[in-house]
């Protein structure tokens, strides 16, 4: 029994060590960034690599989100694409997008699609900025919007339950 249980130990311990390890990440985080525990595991959760941190170490080397928002923005990231979608956002938009907007569309993604989707939506008539938001957060493709107008127009669902309906049937379809 003890030999089983140092076998599990010397493999629990070499897989937390791995390059691929959310302990790695972790670790990342309170060197580079100087994150406390709980900000470390908040940036590192559910992911396998250091990206989470260099995302953060990018918004905060640009100077423009605070720390708070930077670690909401890149938690879980797999690469830049939610600073550089939120940069993005708030460029192709002059402003008119709100940072907790863009914020809102950009985190968790790694594309730029959010951005189209949002560009795209807020061209349709009666689209408010949070309805597009809510469309296109996660969005892999345009197609939301087409199952949103579909919706609208042969369904005659409300825009917000049309909304949901197309965003997570979409966002369901990319995994």
């Known amino acids: ?3 089983g249980y140092l076998t599990l130990l010397t493999i629990f311990f070499s897989i937390a060590a791995s390059a691929d390890s959310p302990l790695t990440c972790y ?3 309170q060197n580079r960034a100087s994150m406390s525990a709980f900000q470390a595991v908040e940036l590192c959760k559910h992911t396998y690599s250091t990206a989470p941190v260099d995302c953060y170490m990018e918004a905060r080397a640009r100077k423009m989100l605070a720390s708070v928002h930077a670690l909401e923005l890149c938690a879980g990231a797999t690469s830049n694409a939610p600073l550089d979608c939120y940069i993005s956002a708030r460029d192709k938009n002059q402003g008119s997008l709100p940072p907790a907007g863009a914020m809102q569309l950009c985190k968790y ?3 730029q699609t959010p951005v189209l989707c949002y560009m795209t939506a807020r061209q349709l008539p009666s ?3 949070s309805l597009a938001i809510d469309i296109c957060k996660e969005s892999t493709s345009t197609d939301v919007i087409n199952c949103y107008l579909e919706a609208r127009k042969t369904h005659t669902i409300a825009p ?3 909304a949901r309906l197309c965003s ?3 966002r369901g ?3």
């Open 160 to 162: 917000s339950p049309a």
């Open 27 to 29: 670790q990342d985080a």
């Open 173 to 175: 379809e990319s995994n």
């Open 127 to 129: 689209m408010p900025p």
């Open 109 to 111: 993604t790694s594309s």
């Open 168 to 170: 997570e049937s979409i």
């Open 1 to 3: 029994m003890k030999c």
